[in-house]
């Protein structure tokens, strides 16, 4: 019996000793003076955007706030767990102000804001589609030489505010061949960009990514050939030609392996020297052989200079 009023009192006083700590604790938390802090910058939201509108700009598009609280409730919060927010239930098309929203934790009290309202401008929602500006970067194997390139689906929609959409100049998307030897499937990303190669924000474009096949085929062969100058009628009595200048004197054919053991040399188109007395100089073009292609196609014209003089 007397251990048992001993145990007893103990417990008592243990329970007296727990109580007294938790009201000093509570009666410290009481007293402890409200603490402030500046959270700023905010990223404000909009929502409730009716369909068939889209918002296009928002003047600001941030906020600062000061709040307080306890210590223990302020000490650890940042700007993150604060929402700034636009309702734009009922919006029309135009320029609107409104104020701002705000949710904080639980214990935090709102002290000022800074703005608290917004310019919200409005449009109705258009789409246009485009078709795809595929930029290449790098060169492929020196080898071989790209022959296509084809996108699946060969169009987009790009979606947005009416003056949005009307800045998109064209849809562009990226792909690097550099030292490839064969064809490329990738899905390359795409973004529509304005007349300076910028991308315009605020506008979707779907799909956002294209199935890009770009077909890499070996080179043919190429060899070097002399240009023959081809000649037709005679010169008049008591005149021969001293020398013939050619520019370039020869040119690089492309083609199958068969179709260039056929030539030995490429002519120029007939150049016609009857009754010449004196120096020609003439620009011509070049009979491309059946089955090959110039390299350089801009190497097309000939400049022939034709000496013509007394026979001594």
């Not at 003047?59 to 993150?80: F, M, Q, W, Y």
């Not at 010169?235 to 690089?252: F, K, Q």
Request: zero cysteines; aromatic letters at 4%; a negative charge.
């Amino acid at each position: 019996m007397e251990r048992w009023m001993e145990k007893d009192s103990v417990l008592r006083i243990v329970s007296v000793f727990l109580a007294v700590l938790l009201w000093i604790f509570v009666m410290g938390e009481e007293r402890t003076p409200e603490t402030q802090v500046k959270l700023e910058p905010i990223l404000i939201e909009t929502y409730n955007v009716p369909p068939g509108l889209a918002v296009v700009s928002m003047e600001p598009d941030t906020t600062g706030v000061l709040v307080k609280g306890k210590h223990s409730a302020v000490s650890n919060i940042t700007r993150n767990d604060i929402t700034a927010s636009v309702n734009l239930r009922n919006v029309t098309p135009g320029e609107h102000t409104y104020f701002i929203d705000f949710t904080f934790p639980r214990d935090i009290q709102l002290v000022d804001r800074n703005p608290e309202q917004v310019s919200v401008v409005v449009e109705e929602v258009t789409s246009k589609d485009f078709g795809i500006d595929l930029q290449v970067v790098g060169e492929p194997h020196p080898l071989y030489q790209v022959d296509s390139i084809a996108f699946e689906p060969p169009t987009v929609t790009v979606t947005g505010a009416k003056s949005l959409v009307n800045r998109v100049e064209r849809v562009v998307g990226l792909i690097d061949i550099q030292g490839r030897s064969s064809m490329i499937e990738e899905q390359v990303v795409v973004r529509a960009v304005d007349a300076k190669g910028s991308t315009v924000p605020g506008v979707m474009v779907s799909p956002e990514r294209v199935l890009t096949t770009v077909n890499i085929v070996q080179k043919p062969p190429i060899r070097e050939f002399p240009v023959t100058v081809r000649l037709e009628g005679e010169l008049p009595e008591g005149y021969v030609i001293r020398d013939v200048e050619v520019d370039p004197h020869s040119v690089r054919l492309q083609g199958d392996e068969k179709d260039l053991k056929n030539v030995s040399s490429v002519d120029t188109k007939a150049i016609d020297i009857s009754n010449a007395t004196e120096t020609i100089e003439i620009e011509t073009e070049m009979i491309i052989p059946r089955g090959t292609s110039l390299v350089a196609p801009e190497l097309n014209t000939i400049r022939i200079i034709i000496y013509i003089e007394p026979e001594n």
